[in-house]
């Protein structure tokens, strides 16, 4: 049996409070109709084992738990977040690192397991507590240790609510897929400003569904 990650890592930070809704709507989104469709065309050997994490300076670490790792297949219906779950500042840099340093933390006798897909629910630019987002994606790209290398070879998507100009740009910076997906016309970055509910859950089918075999 083949391993699949999908890694949420939903900014609460007190900017998103206005943005609940399209956060929540997101996640309805790829609950409804993303996971039944990567259950349905997925080949039986591969196992998809889901997470959401929450970041902002107000919580220990700047990470929380939303979601605890489950296989798609047990999830039905995503809890909507409260406009009072989203307050403090960006530490994007500290959500990224935990994900490398779990990454570290399991099993290094992983043969089977899949690239993992990372995806990124933002708004703002990071402006939380060090390590800055720029540090942590440098030395998670230069590093060595089995965590580190698990991220850059995860696919990385970064989906965008309401960004500025300064924040798209460090949301591409985040971004990566293979050139095989690039070929087949997907991006690593995707903004849900405006229409984007059908785009966003075809993109995540295509990423998860294909990125599997790439």
């Not at 609940?20 to 790829?30: F, G, P």
């Not at 050997?45 to 738990?65: C, W």
């Not at 779990?102 to 290094?108: A, G, H, L, Q």
């Not at 990124?120 to 089995?146: C, F, K, M």
Request: proline letters at 3%.
């Amino acid at each position: 049996m083949k391993t699949k990650n999908l890694i949420f890592l939903i900014d609460l930070s007190g900017s998103m409070a206005s943005k609940a809704q399209a956060v929540n709507l997101c996640m309805n989104n790829i609950y409804s109709s993303v996971f039944p469709e990567i259950i349905n065309q997925s080949s039986e050997d591969v196992e998809y084992l889901f997470k959401a994490i929450g970041f902002s300076s107000r919580f220990k670490d700047f990470v929380s738990e939303i979601v605890s790792e489950q296989n798609i297949k047990d999830l039905h219906t995503w809890k909507d977040l409260k406009e009072d779950q989203f307050n403090g500042s960006t530490p994007t840099g500290a959500a990224i690192l935990k994900v490398v340093n779990d990454f570290n933390s399991k099993s290094r006798g992983e043969p089977n397991n899949l690239p993992a897909l990372i995806v990124l629910i933002s708004d703002g630019e990071a402006n939380g507590e060090n390590p800055t987002y720029e540090e942590v994606i440098h030395d998670a790209e230069t590093s060595r240790d089995l965590g580190s290398l698990k991220y850059c070879y995860a696919n990385r998507v970064a989906i965008a609510i309401d960004p500025t100009s300064e924040s798209e740009r460090q949301l591409r910076l985040f971004g990566k897929i293979s050139s095989k997906m690039k070929a087949e016309g997907l991006d690593s970055y995707f903004d849900v400003s405006n229409d984007y509910a059908e785009k966003l859950v075809k993109i995540l089918e295509m990423v998860t569904i294909r990125g599997s075999l790439l």
